[in-house]
């Protein structure tokens, strides 16, 4: 049988502060030409890697 699903618990006070200021650094954040080479060469990895998933297993992943 499955658990009940529990509310989110509510943050207040300085940890709350913290996360919407992280939060909105997350969004507004301008990447540097090396964190976006980096970023674009994690994300080729990935594809890489899942394109061989779908090679080796016929297609199932898509």
Known sequence: MARPIQNTPTIKGEDAK???KNL???FTKKLTPEEKAAKKKEIREMEEGYNLLVSISGGIFY
């Open 24 to 26: 909105l650094e997350s």
């Open 18 to 20: 913290r996360f919407r």
